[in-house]
């Protein structure tokens, strides 16, 4: 049975239930009191990860590392929510999880981090992430790692990984009209940016989250700073759309009258 | 002065899909407003000359490809190879290019290879004050921001439904065919999986956007839940109305959880902060909130409307256009009536 090396590259977005607000600086869009608002991990990063700790339990040898780029105090909060779900080792590089920061310089930042883990085995590594990100929502940051790493089997809306006793697996990805791509890869290394996955989110476990904090804490300590410069990019402007709409609050129909409304809208061109 | 590659893949049957289309009137539209600017088209495919000759009257200088079985499949290796001998043999300094599963997986990788940049999900481009300038969301949905860039090449993805489609003569168009050298094989696509066709509910092309909440699932008034019931009225509504299915977290997540509930919901159906933003003229909310992770979703949907219990529910903070607040249960049982009685 193979066993894998995963790297899961993920980091933190604002809370969704948080209003978030743009704001101008001279370094470009910023979010209105960044550092303050609650963070977590980036949902689809999270998948990825829940996705490795359980590929690693299934394949005895196999390790987990979640490298993470963002503001150093903002890492240490997340992971006081994550350290107790499953087991992983952090890499940890201190700069801006703003989805305004360039995907290639993060991507190459990550790349770097990568390459300075010590004992990782290439030949094993199964590259792990979300397919996109709450923030900046590209989509792009992964398959440059990918580059980086000289990795080009890439799967992208990843929902299932099956390993086969060969070390080829099957792969389901999110394609167009809700269906899903079926892929055989002959195994690793590979590149996964996942979607939803099919785990549901690991309960707290006090012993797991011990075990993280002995090297989450130092990995923090050594986290290499990073600068994001957005080089040759401009923005013209960010803006919050126009919200909100009229709405007609239609409280005194019967349920048989709402019904003709309602069908006298959706047949209507 | 830019020189621009229209970049697309080709459709199993050659030509090209309507996404292209609309990438190419949107990058000639561009080719016009850019001084000097030239326009090149790019086909990848197992066969472009039907796309070639499709597209033959666009106004493009040169028709560049990359044919062959390898790139019948969507795959991140072929495709990127394909697509970076296209920019490269193009001298490309703007690649347009639609969006869809295919070219976001892997186009990110080729502009890498170019040292070049890329943008994703974008919505809307133009020239302004002679420089291409792209319009695309942030924190899923939640604002819109305009930027250019100076570094080259520079790679768009258009999203459908954001530019006009090209339309013109079809004719005779030389293919000139770019030579790759594609990497061993270690992937290839085996197939697609999808619910039986009576049992797909995802319908990108419908006029309508059906969302279910998890109040279908909730006890109602006679403190029971109806889960078989809704089931059959949201089924029974699909196939009238022709409408596409789409869902709440928390409903998909129960129904992941192996509760009875909606067994043809899957997380594909979610729409929302971690689910899908589709596009569609209307959108009808049924049991469901309407809380800001969800409606971020509802970016891209025309007319709202939502029929919810509560008229404190979120979806009456300008979020909707009409909210009904009535029973959903005998809402749709009389909708589905309504339909089922209308002269076909
Ligand atoms: C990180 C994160 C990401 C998230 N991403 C998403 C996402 O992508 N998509 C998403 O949807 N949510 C997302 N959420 C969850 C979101 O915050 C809400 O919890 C969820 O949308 C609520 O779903 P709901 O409206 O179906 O359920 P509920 O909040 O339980 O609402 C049920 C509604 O049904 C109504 N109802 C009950 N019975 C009836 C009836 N007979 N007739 C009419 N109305 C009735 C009730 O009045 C109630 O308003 C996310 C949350 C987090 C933390």
Redesign the pocket.
Known sequence: MPSYHIVVCGSLVP???QTLEPISTPTGPALKNEMMLPA?LD?WAGHALFEAANLAKQHPGSKVWLVALGPKAKLQQVLMTIAQKVPFELVALDGPASGFAESAEVAAALAGAINGITGLDKTRLLLFGGWESASRGTGTTMQMVGEHLGIVDQFQGVDQLTVRSDGSFDILERVEGGKHQVSACAGAPALLGWATGNLPEPANNPQVGMLNMRTAMPALQRAKPIKVTNDGVAFAGVSLPRQRRDTRIVKDLTPDAVAREIVEWITRD | METILFLAPTEADGTLSQNALETLGAAKALTAELAGSSLIAGLVGATIQPAANQIAGCGATRCLGVAGTELAQSRYSTDAAAAEALAQAAGATLILAPAGSRWNRALPGVAQRLGGRVDTHVTALAAADGKPAITRWYYRQRMEGTLTRTTRPWIVLLESGCAPAWSGDAGRATVENIPVALPPLRTSVTGLKAPPADEQTIRPDAKLLFVA????T?K?ADGLAHAAEAEQLILGFLKTAQASLGS????VDLSGEGQAVLKFMTHLN??????STPRHPKGLA?????????TV?WRFIGERRA????AG?SWAQGKADVLYV????AVMREVNRLLAARPS
Do not use: R, Y
Not at chain 2, 286 to 294: I, N, Q
């Open positions: 809370d969704p239930l977590m949902p | 909440g998890a109040g279908w909730k109602q709440t977290k928390s409903l979610q729409v929302g902060q971690t689910g049924t049991c469901c909130h309407g809380e800001e992770p969800h979703g029929i919810n219990l509560n529910c009535a029973d959903a249960f």
